[in-house]
């Protein structure tokens, strides 16, 4: 099992920039997939992007090129780099872990995939 705390999250303003963190503590961190996802209340969860342990990312399309995730398996530590940020990326982010496949990130990047998760950190742009 993988525990899971987010951190980082924040007030900012339109364009500004934040930076989550995600550390997780139990053992073999280094064979999850590590995603990160938001959730506004009202609304369905929505999948931010994942990463494999080779680095290999894929992205939402409402967040490519203004966000970036990555990892540091010796550090059991996981990153979301947010630029550019507006009003729309208003949300509750949270990070998650399910097991790879080999080294690639199974599946199609869906919450229910996923089969840990952290309590999540509130991002508030205005």
């Known amino acids: 099992h993988v525990q899971l705390v987010e951190s980082g999250g924040g007030s900012v303003q339109a364009e500004g920039s934040l930076r989550l963190s995600c550390a997780a503590s139990g053992y073999l961190y280094s064979r999850y997939c590590m995603g990160w996802f938001r959730q506004v209340p009202g609304k369905e969860r929505e999948g931010v992007g994942e990463?494999?342990?080779?680095?290999?990312?894929r992205y939402a399309e409402s967040v490519q090129g203004r966000f970036t995730i990555s990892r540091d398996d010796a550090k059991n530590t996981l990153w979301l780099q947010m630029n550019s940020l507006n009003p729309e990326d208003t949300a509750m982010y949270y990070c998650a872990a399910k097991w790879m496949v080999g080294t690639n990130c199974p599946g199609e990047g869906e919450g229910s995939e996923y089969n840990f998760w952290g309590q999540g950190t509130q991002v508030t742009v205005s």
């Open positions: 990463i494999d342990s080779d680095g290999t990312t």
